[in-house]
């Protein structure tokens, strides 16, 4: 016979947190940088057709780390919102904001559902404005949390690493050429056991968009194809492609690089452990609860 | 949206297509939709009129005139009739101009739909039957007199030309080779379209061509409306080329305009096709 067992709310929330953090950090990092002319996206993806960059209107895109089917569904439904609300409206009257709020109380909602599974997604709604201090960057966490980041945004795999980096490297209003190069390094940059490396990355395995506010064409989002990637960044020396074989969210990786049976780190993706404390504690007794009486 | 969540037929995967999308969550923003009481409404809104297209190698033109009438009124003098449908087509509208530009609007949000949520761009065929499909769905309005009859013409990146569409009121499609024209003046346009019409035209020679089938258009027909010299108001032409579709500035048409009207001066007929006599010598 099953017990009901008592699950303190806090718990409930850390654990489902604890599940949605460990999915987003399998996936690799993506950035969204501001540069002089709009914004710049770059993410490692050696796929060409799976996209993780994509346009949702004429000033507005969308770019998501996490699980695949989890954030085309909300692309999907991005795209949908947008062009309903356009037709319906005005094509002016579609807005990032708007759209950020939709995300934010759909993540919202879904996270703190008792029946649902939490998205295991971050994504960045950006719209580009007519001048710089106009482009707006919105990241949205899996909870609903939105933030509105400015300069530059990371989400997803090592984003602490990226976003240092980042920190150090980053000039506002740089050229195209300077933002992406900046942006490919803080990819490749990484830290391992207090060591730091740079990995050139291939041209082959980025995925790069901008939404350009220079295009002639209403719509301002475009993909920049590998050739044109090799122009902007010149010669890097040697690539190199990401050392382990990758296992996103939906492929388990087969060969954890460690383990840490015994504590929990969200960093740590691989960790089998899941909340500093055990779940069937009494959170602030350290006690074991009681059956509630039946 | 009175829940904030986005509701959760936006997040069902399934249809590329916009207007399949309405049908099932909005039916009242269909232009096609609404049901009308018996009897005809023609005379009640303004119609558009005469749209001509022609292919040239390497693209093709559209062309518009800028009048919308009324019955025996001039509803409009400068309505825009002709419309980027995407980056490679065009759209022009003949008939009841309400209901027309907000058929072109659906099809230019659908064909944008898809590209966006497919990652990949229709073929034209399967734009030309989309917009079919949309003309099909007003049948009803139409036999009330509310009839909307567009022409769609695109650059075809597989096949490396232009190619044009005509249409019927119920959505039935064929595609013409060379020109095509639509709407009240269209005879005339037609038959000046005939005589003047080659296949090795020039960019500019086709954008003249049209200017020179619409003046023939507005000569004999009153609903078009023809360069209107003194209040600088000219035809709306689009080209479609392999590097996409534009919208030629209007100090460019109005030279053009120009020079046709005063060719016109001395023979308002216009330009004189060859006779071919037996014998082999044209004469002119």
Request: hydrophobic residues 40%; charged residues 25%.
């Amino acid at each position: 016979m099953s017990m009901p067992f008592y699950v303190s709310p806090e718990q409930l929330m850390k654990d489902r947190a604890d599940f949605a953090r460990k999915g987003i950090a399998r996936g690799r990092s993506l950035v969204a940088v501001q540069y002089v002319d709009g914004v710049l996206f770059v993410t490692e993806n050696p796929s060409q057709a799976l996209h993780k960059v994509s346009e949702i209107y004429d000033r507005i895109a969308f770019a998501a780390v996490g699980r695949y089917n989890e954030f085309e569904n909300l692309r999907i439904a991005g795209v949908r919102l947008a062009d309903m609300r356009g037709y319906s409206y005005d094509r002016r009257d579609v807005t990032g904001r708007g759209l950020a709020n939709a995300y934010a109380q759909t993540l919202g909602t879904i996270f703190s559902s008792g029946g649902e599974k939490p998205y295991e997604v971050e994504i960045l709604v950006a719209e580009v404005g007519g001048n710089v201090d106009e482009d707006t960057i919105y990241r949205l966490t899996y909870e609903g949390r939105v933030a509105d980041e400015h300069g530059y945004a990371v989400m997803g795999g090592d984003a602490e690493t990226v976003a240092s980096y980042l920190a150090e490297h980053y000039t506002a209003g740089a050229s195209l050429g300077d933002a992406l190069a900046v942006a490919v390094a803080s990819l490749g940059h990484a830290t391992e056991g207090g060591q730091t490396t740079d990995r050139v990355i291939p041209v082959t395995d980025l995925e790069v968009a901008v939404l350009d506010r220079l295009r002639s064409q209403p719509r301002k989002f475009a993909r920049i194809r590998p050739a044109r990637i090799e122009e902007l960044l010149g010669d890097r020396g040697p690539s190199e492609h990401a050392a382990a074989p990758e296992g996103g969210p939906d492929s388990p990786s087969s060969t954890p690089p460690h383990i840490t049976p015994s504590t929990d780190d969200p960093a740590d993706p691989t960790d089998q452990v899941s909340g500093d404390v055990e779940p069937l504690e009494d959170p602030e007794s350290g006690e074991p609860p009681v059956a509630p009486p039946l | 949206m009175s829940d904030a969540r986005i509701p959760a037929s936006y997040m069902q995967p399934g249809t590329s297509s916009f207007s399949d999308f309405l049908i099932a969550n909005a039916p009242d923003l269909l232009p096609a939709r609404r049901s009308l009481p018996a009897g005809s409404a023609a005379e009640l809104a303004p119609h558009g009129t005469t749209i001509v297209a022609a292919t040239f190698p390497g693209g093709l033109v559209m062309a518009g005139d800028r009048r919308a009438t009324m019955g025996n009124v001039i509803a409009q003098r400068d309505i825009d009739k002709v419309f980027p449908a995407d980056e490679f087509s065009v759209v022009g509208i003949a008939g009841t101009a309400g209901l027309a530009v907000e058929m072109v609007r659906l099809f230019q949000v659908e064909l944008e739909h898809y590209e966006k949520i497919e990652g990949s761009i229709l073929s034209l065929d399967g734009k030309a039957n989309r917009l079919s499909a949309l003309i099909r769905a007003n049948l009803g309005m139409a036999m009330q007199g509310l009839a909307v009859v567009p022409m769609f013409a695109g650059f075809d990146l597989d096949r490396g030309s232009g190619r044009i569409f005509g249409y019927d009121v119920t959505g039935g499609r064929h595609e013409e080779n060379q020109f095509y024209t639509v709407g009240s003046g269209s005879l005339f346009a037609r038959g000046a379209m005939k005589k003047l019409y080659r296949d090795d035209l020039s960019e500019i020679e086709c954008v003249t061509l049209a200017l020179q089938a619409l003046y023939d258009a507005a000569d004999d027909d009153s609903a078009t409306g023809g360069p209107d010299l003194t209040r600088r108001i000219f035809p709306i032409i689009h080209v479609v080329t392999a590097d996409g579709g534009r919208k030629l500035p209007e100090d460019e048409i109005a030279e053009l305009a120009d020079r046709v009207v005063g060719a016109r001066m001395n023979r308002p007929d216009g330009p004189v096709a060859p006779l071919d006599l037996p014998g082999g010598e044209a004469i002119r």
